[in-house]
């Protein structure tokens, strides 16, 4: 049951093809039905020879009609998958454009913390992988199990007993290969389970090497990713040893249709019971019977893959959206207000518990804390990376719900320490900021920005492009370009997530002044583990074990928060 219900999610997923698909199965059946016509042809031929006829007319008549069944055999094949593969391609790319268009639709930080990878497997290699399922099984697999249906029917006309005999092997190969697939959907799950964890960390491995040889990682690291590439091919060697026998069993005996055909068949011609036409025509539309079995085992394996392959499809097109109004709204102000909220992340984790807090246009905020106490999960809400579904989110007195998500999006710039530049000229990355600037007002933010004159002095200067990742450029001049990007938006919320974390002095220094151009008149959230930075702040949060623990200025939390004070005296003490 569980079978058919995939196949029917398939068939769905190809709604919109599935008149050319049906079209490919009639026309591949219909060849499979004309392609046992030279066996009848042979059959017929023996029979005249064994009777002595000498009408060459008869032996013309059936010469040509073998070769016809043939030559239509082959055309309508040709034809068939033709259709099928046209309809497929079309199949694929309406698939691929829905999980694309889906994407935008999740929640941001469902997609951040999905494994690098997961998503290109799914959507590039497991669609590419429905191909044969698609353009080849429904076709072909169904036209040749209407084959030995029809081969079966015409031996029942010459002798019903070979026509039982024919299907002897059948259960027995059938026996062999249940046992192959009485776990095979579960081992199909499996390998893309740890295929996709291996080419995570292929890209994890590619993507960090930077750092991998800058901290001497090299050995650690590398051991990691072969331990992944071991484990996924220990894993087929296993699966593939465990399912040998049955697997081999199952395809050396299914197609012997003369294992009971030659030697029963013998006895009955022997005491006369089958005339030796018919003995003859049984072998030879055994033959027929035999390839058309071998073709129909060639599928059995992509047909126990199908269900697989459509979870992981549907895994992307099922996943939960954000829901928000679509209807236009005015934001009066730039108030935030969290009520009683509570998160969770989907595999049932809890990160905040009955959060409640007010944050004022205009105002500078910060949230301090240990790592892993809910900060950075706070200020995500806020920039509406999830939906949260205890409490409320408000913006300017409006729940975030009520706020299309565009909009949501429009009022929010969120910097963080590793933000993505896009393989593309320095000066397009920053006017993503905002799409109809001109290029003398991605030059202005530039400056203001503390990146003009960096980028000037490169050989191409904003035409530069940045290599994947921003690659081409040191960790300071990427972070100044994503923060000219975010001034460029000039959105009136700005939240820095650990802008400046990892930067050298020299750096740090340049980016601040280039911070305190961007929260000019913003309203501003600051998360940092550099006290120092938002001891100005004019509010700072204390978040510990998800939960707001205390809230004031600085001087204030020394007096009235253990933990902020604690936080402080170890801040200092890195700086000394």
Not at 7 to 24: D, G
Not at 76 to 97: C, E, V
Not at 552 to 559: A, P, Q, R, S, V
Request: net charge negative.
């Amino acid at each position: 049951m569980k079978k058919e219900n995939q196949f029917k999610k398939l068939m769905k997923l190809a709604n919109n093809h599935r008149s050319s698909l049906n079209l490919s199965v009639l026309l591949a059946s219909l060849g499979v039905i004309f392609g046992i016509l030279p066996f009848i042809s042979g059959g017929k031929i023996a029979e005249g020879l064994i009777s002595n006829d000498t009408d060459k007319n008869y032996y013309i008549l059936w010469c040509l009609t073998g070769l016809l069944g043939y030559a239509l055999k082959t055309l309508l094949y040709a034809w068939s998958l033709s259709i099928s593969h046209k309809a497929t391609f079309s199949i694929l790319a309406d698939i691929r454009i829905k999980m694309i268009e889906k994407l935008p639709k999740l929640s941001l930080g469902t997609i951040s913390e999905t494994p690098s990878g997961a998503f290109k497997q799914k959507i590039v290699d497991q669609v590419e992988s429905m191909e044969s399922p698609l353009a080849h099984m429904f076709p072909e697999m169904t036209a040749n199990l209407l084959g030995p249906v029809f081969v079966f029917l015409y031996l029942l006309f010459v002798d019903w007993r070979m026509g039982l005999l024919s299907l002897v092997s059948f259960p027995i190969g059938m026996f062999f290969m249940a046992s192959v697939f009485k776990s095979y959907g579960d081992n199909f799950a499996g390998a893309m389970k740890i295929g996709g964890e291996m080419n995570s960390s292929l890209v994890e491995y590619v993507n960090g090497l930077e750092v991998i040889r800058s901290y001497n990682q090299t050995d650690k690291t590398y051991k990691k990713i072969t331990d992944k590439v071991y484990a996924n091919a220990k894993y087929y060697y296993d699966w593939m040893t465990k399912t040998q026998f049955g697997m081999s069993m199952s395809k050396a005996i299914t197609p012997t249709t003369l294992l009971a055909i030659l030697p029963l068949g013998y006895i009955f011609y022997k005491n006369g019971s089958l005339s030796l036409t018919g003995y003859l025509l049984s072998i030879i539309l055994s033959f027929s019977l035999q390839g058309l079995l071998n073709t129909m085992m060639r599928f059995t394996t992509i047909g126990a893959q199908v269900g697989t392959l459509v979870e992981n499809v549907e895994s992307v097109l099922n996943s939960t959206e954000q829901i928000h109004s679509e209807e236009k709204i005015v934001i009066k102000n730039h108030d935030i207000e969290l009520n009683n909220v509570s998160f969770e992340y989907e595999d049932g984790q809890e990160i905040l518990s009955d959060i409640s807090l007010q944050i004022k246009e205009g105002t500078k905020n910060a949230f301090v804390g240990l790592s892993g106490g809910g900060k950075s999960t706070i200020a995500k809400l806020i920039a509406g990376f999830w939906d949260v579904k205890k409490g409320v989110i408000k913006m300017g007195d409006i729940p975030y719900e009520n706020i299309p998500l565009e909009e949501l999006y429009d009022q929010v710039s969120f910097v963080s320490q590793d933000n993505f530049l896009f393989d593309d000229t320095i000066r397009e990355n920053i006017r993503m900021g905002d799409p109809k600037a001109s290029d003398k007002e991605v030059e202005e933010i530039s400056k203001k920005a503390g990146c003009h004159e960096f980028i000037s002095h490169l050989e191409n200067a904003y035409e530069t492009r940045v290599g994947k990742q921003g690659e081409s450029l040191f960790g300071g001049e990427r972070q100044r370009i994503v923060i000219a990007r975010a001034m460029l938006k000039n959105a009136p919320i700005v939240i820095f997530d650990e802008a400046t974390a990892y930067m050298d002095p020299e750096n740090e220094y340049l980016i601040q002044n280039s911070l305190n151009e961007l929260i000019k008149n913003k309203t501003v959230i600051v998360i940092a583990h550099r006290l120092y930075t938002i001891k100005d702040s004019d509010k700072i949060f204390v978040v510990n074990n998800g939960k707001i623990e205390d809230s004031g200025k600085h001087e204030d939390l020394l007096n009235s928060s253990e933990t902020y004070k604690k936080l402080w005296k170890t801040s200092i003490g890195k700086e000394d």
